[in-house]
């Protein structure tokens, strides 16, 4: 695509006649209906460390804080304002696009929710503050130039994938215990880290017309939504079964087990996922995604069941 191609838009305004944004566009901006992933994969790492809750509730809700609104809600401002020109064509009811948000305030509230980040991971000592920094450069590298990861859909899904699940499950277990996690915990949370890839997949079939126009290469725009659609059920299903393997090895046949009727399930809506892909990716999300996660609790039970 060249130059001239590119759809010519624009959402900077004299600074005369910026205002300042309204704080309910600004919630809009941070997407709070994304934060659940983050926040339920910080509480598995939780459940999975086998600590005391009781004796750790501030580091708990400071945690959950800090995985939902503040880094979650910091990569939506930053995906916002850098794919603001995608967003015109794909979703123009957006804050950005629609002109909700005046000015620049989409890229100064990405900064200001950084910092803000950053001074809330402080009292979560050295593990959440290391955890929280990664997970802020990969929120910029993957929407921001120069890396901009999201640009080839293997990369960019894989860097969601990571900072939606393994890094908070990572932050929770390491802050509870104020330790490395075990290696039993760093393979599930890395395994179902991995499987997320194929959710972040299905969650790029609504932008397709958008991203081919702009030239972002997504797996959809890669490779076709039937082929990216059998790939992405194929990335989210090899990892459970994975996991599977590993809980029967560390003797936790009833997880295994729960797990395997799970991924049944999962593979019986998949093939009802590929008769329309696009058209039931949502509904994807809200049957076999809820099962995936589900799973995600179960395994996390069984590593604390263990000490592990």
Known sequence: MTPADKPSITFD???????LPDLKVCLELLKPVTWFAAIWAFMCGVVSSGAPLA?????????????????CGTSQAVNDWFD????????????????????????????????????????????????TMFALAAAWG???????????????????????????????????????????????????????????TLNDFK??????????RSLPAQLGVLRASIVAC?????????????????????????????????????????EKPRERAPWYNATGTTLYVLGMLVSAFALAATGV
């Open 13 to 19: 305004q004299p600074a005369a006649s910026v205002r």
């Open 55 to 71: 004796a750790r509730w501030p580091e708990l809700v400071l945690g959950m804080v800090l995985a939902g609104p503040m880094v």
């Open 84 to 131: 603001r020109h995608v967003d015109a064509i794909n979703e123009p009811d957006r804050p950005i696009p629609s002109g909700r948000m005046p000015g620049r305030w989409g890229l100064y509230i990405a900064i200001i929710w950084s910092v803000a980040s950053l001074l809330v991971a402080l009292p979560l000592g050295p593990w959440g503050v290391g955890a």
């Open 142 to 200: 993957y929407s921001a130039p120069p890396f901009r990861f999201k640009m080839n859909g293997w990369w960019g899904n894989a860097a969601v994938a990571l900072c939606y699940e393994g890094v908070p499950w990572f932050t929770g277990a390491a802050v509870m215990r104020n330790a490395l996690p075990s290696p039993h915990i760093l393979i599930i949370a890395a395994l179902y880290s991995a499987g997320a890839h194929g959710i972040m």
């Open 207 to 216: 932008s397709i017309e958008g991203d081919l126009k702009i030239g972002v």
């Open 234 to 274: 194929i990335i989210m299903a090899v990892p459970q079964v994975c996991v599977i393997e590993f809980m029967i090895g560390w003797h936790h046949p009833l997880a295994a087990t729960l797990i395997g009727v799970s991924l049944l399930v999962q593979l019986f809506l998949m093939r009802r996922l590929l």
